[in-house]
């Protein structure tokens, strides 16, 4: 069975820099093939894709907002890193984290999502 | 970029079927995926590589791709089938990962 859950904070400030975990069961980021993503879905709004990592440390990245972004792995403990910089309140959203076992295809589970408020 | 574009709203009467356009240049030539998001929970995937279903999800859901358009049906809608739906492909390496606007499914 495989499950995802988003920890972090749930507000931050302006200007501050956002750091989310994702901790996973049920698959390995060693596995070939395998990804773990990041989608934000401000409220009442669409998903946006934030960011990507794939087994082989391959890291893609929304090219509008990838100078704040950054993703990384730490497989042993089964978790992937997410951080954004310089958050603004647009930035408020409900951000998730979501596994892949084809490169470049679908999301096949996703977390509970957690909400970031960005606010002074 | 690339951009999908989804229908804001479908409605659909109880029992027949509902289908959820996602419009791109192109898409035919792109694998299309398809979510569906209950209000509060996150989305779960009903569709994936334009018309395969996951364990789990009814035979009722089936997807179609040709062209500038990809197509979710819904057949024999049921209330339990309400929520937003959206579709999802894989662009390019410099444009990366697209979602659609999303469209909110209403079972009358």
């Known amino acids: 069975q495989i499950t995802l859950k988003e920890s972090g904070p749930t507000l931050v400030k302006p200007t501050q820099t956002l750091t989310l975990t994702c901790t996973f069961s049920g698959f390995s980021l060693s596995s070939s093939g395998v990804g773990v993503g990041w989608i934000r879905q401000p409220p009442g709004k669409a998903l946006e894709w934030l960011a990507l990592i794939y087994w082989n440390d391959e890291k893609r990245y929304n090219p509008p907002l990838k100078s704040r972004l950054s993703i990384t792995k730490d497989t042993p403990k089964n978790q992937v890193v997410f951080t954004m910089t310089n958050m603004d309140p647009v930035d408020t959203a409900t951000y998730y984290c979501?596994?892949?076992?084809?490169?470049?295809?679908?999301?096949?589970?996703w977390g509970q999502g957690t909400l970031v408020t960005v606010s002074s | 970029s690339y951009v999908l574009t989804q229908p804001l709203s479908v409605s659909v009467a109880l029992g027949q079927a509902a289908r959820i356009t996602c419009g791109g240049n192109e898409i035919g030539s792109k694998n299309v995926h398809w979510y569906q998001q209950k209000p509060g929970q996150a989305p779960v995937l009903v569709i994936y590589r334009d018309s395969n279903r996951p364990s789990g999800i009814p035979e009722r859901f089936s997807g179609s791709n040709s062209g500038n358009t990809a197509t979710l049906t819904i057949s024999r809608a049921q209330v339990g089938d309400e929520g937003d739906y959206y579709c999802?492909?894989?662009?390019?390496?410099?444009?990366?990962?697209?979602f659609g606007g999303g469209t909110k499914l209403t079972v009358l």
């Open positions: 999802q492909v894989w662009t390019s390496s410099t444009v990366g990962l697209v």
């Open positions: 979501a596994y892949s076992q084809q490169p470049y295809e679908e999301f096949d589970f």
